[in-house]
Structures are given as C-alpha cells and as structure tokens.
C-alpha cells in the first residue's frame, strides 16, 4: 500500500508540477529536479535509490522507442554526419578530457575509475534537450541533430563505462576496446533489424489497434534485451527498430493503429519523460549524506565537482566551434548561430545519473563519484536549459514558421489530391448515384481549406472557417441529442460510444484547422524556402498591385476569398476557395504557369504545372 502510494502521489505531483511550469513559461525539467529536491528532505518521505537497472532497463528503452518512432528517418540521414560526430566522436573525446580532468584533481581514483566517470557524464540526455528546444522553438535542423545525437550517444557513453569497468575488474585488454565497440555499434544494429522485420511481419497481418499497439509495447524491451544478452548496444537495437517502424508505418500499420499508437505512445513518453526528473532530484539527500563520509575535503570535492561541469561544457562548445572551421567543405552548413546553440544544448539527464550506479561499490571514492554525475546533471540543465531560450532571442535564431509550414502543407495535400484524382480518372466504375461529385468536392474542401489557412487577414472569416464554426454548433447539438438518447436506455451502450467517437474525431479535425490558420496569422509568409523548378526559378517573387482585385469577380458581383497575380502577364484572380476560382481559370486559358500571392505580406509562388510552391 505504502509503494502503490508512493506511486500515486509522484503521478500527481509529476502532472501538477507540469500544468504549474506551462502557466510559468519555464521547462518542466528544471521545475520537477526542484521540487524532488526539496521533497526529498520531507519528514516521512522514504529514501528513493535510483537503481540503474530501473532506468537502464525499466526508463531507459521505452524513452528511446518513444523518441525514435517520432524521428524522421530522411532528416536523420540528411543530418548523419552531424549527428554521428556527435554522439560518437564527441562522446569518446569528452569521456577522455574528463577522465584526465578527474584524475588529475583525484590521483587516487586511477585512470579506469576517472575514465569510467568520464563515460558516465558524457552523453547528453535523449530528453532533457528536445524538450528545452521543442518548447522554445529552436529550427528543426537543430532539433533534428539533438534528437539524432540523444538517440545514439548513450550507446557510446554506456559502451565505453563498460570497458572502464571492466578495466577496474582488470578483465580486458586494450586491444580488445575496438572489438567491443564495433561488436555492441554492429551487433546492436543487426538486433535492431531483425526486431524491425519481425514486428513489421506481424503488423502487416494484424488489423486491431489494441494488439498492434500491444505489441509496441514489447518492441523495445524486446530489442534491449536481446541485444544486451549477446554483449551488443541495447541502446541502439532500440533505436534502429523504433525508427525503422516509425518510418514504415504508413505502409505496414493500418489507420487506426497509427492513431493509436501514436496516442498511447505519446502519453507513456509524457509521464516517464517528467517522472525521471523527479527521480533525479529526489536523489540529492542520500548522495549529499554519503559526500559526507568521503575522505577527500570539501574543498577537493567541489573542486572536482564544479572541474567536470566546466569541462563537459566547453569540450562541446570547443567541439561544435571546431567543425565550424570545417564547414565550408560540407554541402548545406549550420548558421553558427545554429552551431553554436547545439553546442550549448548539452543537458545531461537520468542517464547519467543511472549510469553512475553502475559504477562498482568498492570503487575509491564512488560517494564522489555519485556527487560529480549529479553536479554535471543539475548544472547542465539548469545553466544551459535556463539561458537556451534567452541565448536563441539574442542570436535572433527564427523558430519553425507556422505561415511557412501552412504553405508546404497546402501544397502537399495539393499534390496528393491530384495523384487522387489521376488514379479516380484510371478507375472503372459505374456511378449511378453521383459519388464521383461527391469526392471531388470533400477532396476540394479539403484542399481549400489548407490554401485559404495561408490567409493573414484578420477579421474576414473564410469560407472552411465558416463551415467549422457552424460544423462545431452541429455536433454540440448532435452530441447533445446522443447524450440524451444514451440516458434512456434503449440503444446499446457500444452503438453510443461508437457514434460519440465519430463526433469527436470529427470534431477534432476542426479544432486542428482552426489551430493551423491561427499560428499562421503570426507568422510571415514574405519568405519561403520550396524546392524550385524550371518555371519557379524563371519567374522570381515580384512586387505585386496595390489594391489589388479579381476584376471578374467584380463583374460576375462575387466575393474573393484571396486574391493570385499571374507572373507571366500581371492578371489578378481570386483563389480556388472563391467561387469563381478566376485564377485557375486563367492558367487554363493562358497556360502561364506560374502565379503569385497578392495578398499583403505574401510572397509565396505556385507552379501550375509542377505543383510546387516557391
């Protein structure tokens, strides 16, 4: 009763401290070390040992699996060099600065042991610096290298404690460091693909969400373990399996199990991701008790303490400004100011923190040891996670624009919709009953929807506006009279259920689209960044008309929803969620392929004929 208790209680604090940091604008993490902190002092509270194997095996891969099944498999393999000079090269680099920092500082300690804690500080936390970047806004490519480097670095890191240990235990030889590396990065992979293949042979003959969820659930146990058990990189075989699904899910997952899982995967990452922040902070008591007994002075002690958080810094900042040098040799480079906020977004985690356990206990000064890994942890997140978001405003680092990811999304649901109605023109059928009118005009509702989204003009309610905010008055009124139903007892309880789930994915569907256009209007669609075509490149951004107007829409006495200049003649017609979609018309009438937002603040360009924007 006592641990279910427990239990309930860090679930309660966890979701509080959470809603509290939103109102305070400040990062989850930092808030739940602070409170676990200062709850590990209350009277009555039992003394919490973090054990490794929880978090190594417990935490540990189902964070991963969570992060890897999100993970662009294109963007991973766009940013790999960044990604791998990171998680591997930097890894090993900061784990032998430390360990020479260490020992230097504690002769005593021995090199495995100062190496060992040089491995166990190393990594920064697959959770702590996505998290600070995503609330903040940092460019996707940053997050994209931070979430790349988390992924993969604790397998160097953990690899790399392994040896040291086994150095202490006096079990290996320097020969055989290489061997064991290329063994747990080789071994590691293979197990993660094998993992991959299995579940996808199952998920493709499995249409209910429940089991296909259920069996996500043992993914990456599953590929931990059997990685582990042959002395390869658990830490990798979960994240080669979670990527790979994630990446073929479209095509081996049905619908609902995507939604499904994506949901239930969401919320376990949300609850371990803020309960390990917890756990760490509630450690500080039981590590500050043991520092107490250590041999070495107070003085020694914060020194070594305050020498390592130094050194795990600027070893980064050195790193990431070093590649800077090289930059000019790689096709598509970082701004600096980019480099230099991957640089500083090194925030150390649970990881860390578990790894030091593993440290064996008759080691020379572990107590210490334990207080380093600590200090690195805190201090990392708190030096660098408070100050990131201060750092990206002074550097004037643009987040993801909203406007521009409104563009790129009309555009591809553009595309989509006409390869839907290319393979509509290939099909056989006899439409008696006019559904082919019928999915045109969904498909074109949806398409206008995300075009008129691009809309910056407050006040003027567009036309997929309208119908959500009458839609949503509809399914009030529908969701009332089921309710009403339901409480009379005379329809089945599961027709009920399956009838408000409707509703509320439908409802859901709205909700989203307001939420798009909304993000859009703080944005700035003046610069955009599409992949160009021939007819793109010819005809560059101009300035477009003052006042402008769709003359015919003045003539025919319609109103314009927005208004599109054509680049190649200067004619200006109102979009296809207009009713006269003069625009289009004009492009089939002149063949001019390239057109131009009027609308003020725009500058974004569409190519008829390739379907790109620009």
């Known amino acids: ?311 795990v810094i600027v070893v980064r900042l050195g790193w990431v400004f070093a590649t800077v040098l090289f930059r000019r040799l790689r096709p598509d480079p970082l701004p600096t100011s980019w480099t230099f906020l991957v640089g500083w977004a090194g925030m150390r985690g649970v990881v860390t923190l578990a790894a030091a356990f593993v440290i064996p206990e008759d080691t020379e000064h572990r107590e210490v040891l334990l207080l380093v890994a600590f200090t690195v942890v805190a201090g990392t997140l708190f030096l660098q996670g408070l100050t990131l978001p201060l750092l990206t405003r002074l550097l004037k680092v643009p987040p993801p624009d909203p406007a521009e990811d409104a563009l790129s999304r009309a555009a591809l649901l553009q595309q989509a919709a006409d390869a839907g109605f290319h393979r509509l023109a290939e099909l056989d059928f006899d439409d008696q009953h006019g559904v082919v009118e019928q999915i045109r005009a969904r498909l074109d509702q949806r398409t206008f929807a995300a075009w008129e989204q691009l809309s910056t003009t407050v006040g003027e309610e567009t036309p997929s506006e309208l119908y959500a905010r009458i839609r949503a008055e509809m399914i009030e009124a529908e969701r009332s009279k089921v309710l009403l139903v339901r409480g009379k007892g005379r329809i089945p309880s599961d027709v009920v259920r399956q009838v408000l789930g409707m509703l509320d994915i439908e409802e859901s569907m709205l909700d989203a689209g307001v939420s798009a256009r909304e993000g859009v209007r703080d944005g700035n669609l003046a610069f955009t960044h599409g992949r160009e075509c021939d007819d793109l490149a010819e005809f560059p951004a101009i300035e477009t008309v003052d006042d402008p107007a769709c003359a015919t829409c003045l003539a025919d006495g319609t109103r314009w929803v927005s208004l599109r200049q054509c680049l190649t003649c200067g004619h200006v017609g109102c979009c296809d969620s207009s009713v006269g979609k003069h625009a289009t018309a004009h492009f089939h009438e002149s063949l001019h392929p390239v057109m131009q937002s009027a609308e003020p603040d725009e500058a974004w360009r569409w190519c008829y004929v390739h379907n790109l924007t620009g």
């Open 1 to 311: 009763m006592e641990l279910a208790l427990l239990l309930v209680s860090m679930a309660a604090v966890v979701l509080a401290a959470t809603a509290v940091s939103d109102r305070l604008h400040l990062p989850a993490p930092l808030l739940l070390i602070v409170v676990g902190a200062a709850a590990s002092y209350l009277p009555g509270l039992p003394t919490i040992h973090l054990e490794s194997e929880v978090v190594l095996l417990g935490l540990l891969p189902p964070l991963l699996y969570a992060a890897a099944i999100q993970t662009s498999l294109v963007d991973f393999n766009a940013n790999r060099g960044s990604i791998l000079r990171l998680s591997v090269v930097l890894v090993v680099v900061t784990t032998l600065a430390v360990g020479a920092v260490v020992h230097w500082l504690v002769p005593d300690l021995g090199w495995a042991a100062s190496i060992a804690i040089g491995a166990v500080v190393a990594p920064p936390d697959a959770v702590a610096a996505t998290a600070v970047a995503k609330r903040i806004g940092l460019p996707r490519r940053v997050v994209t290298i931070l979430e790349g480097e988390s992924l993969l670095n604790d397998a160097t890191a953990l690899v790399s404690l392994r040896t040291a240990i086994a150095f202490l235990s006096g079990s290996v030889a320097v020969a055989e460091v290489g061997l064991d590396f290329l063994l747990a990065a080789g071994g590691g992979a293979v197990i993660g693909f094998v993992v991959f293949w299995v579940v996808a042979w199952l998920r493709k003959r499995i249409t209910d969400p429940l089991m296909d969820t259920g069996i996500s659930f043992l993914v990456p146990f599953a590929a931990y373990v059997a990685a582990e058990e042959i002395h390869a990189s658990g830490v990798i075989a979960v994240v080669v399996a979670g990527i790979l699904l994630g990446h073929k899910a479209p095509i081996i997952q049905t619908a609902q199990s995507r939604i499904t899982e994506r949901i239930t995967w969401g919320t376990v990452a949300f609850i371990l991701e803020n309960t390990v922040f917890l756990l760490i902070g509630l450690q500080i008591d039981w590590i500050l008790e043991d520092v107490t007994e250590s041999t070495l002075s107070t003085g020694r002690i914060v020194l070594v303490c305050a020498a390592t958080l130094v050194t």
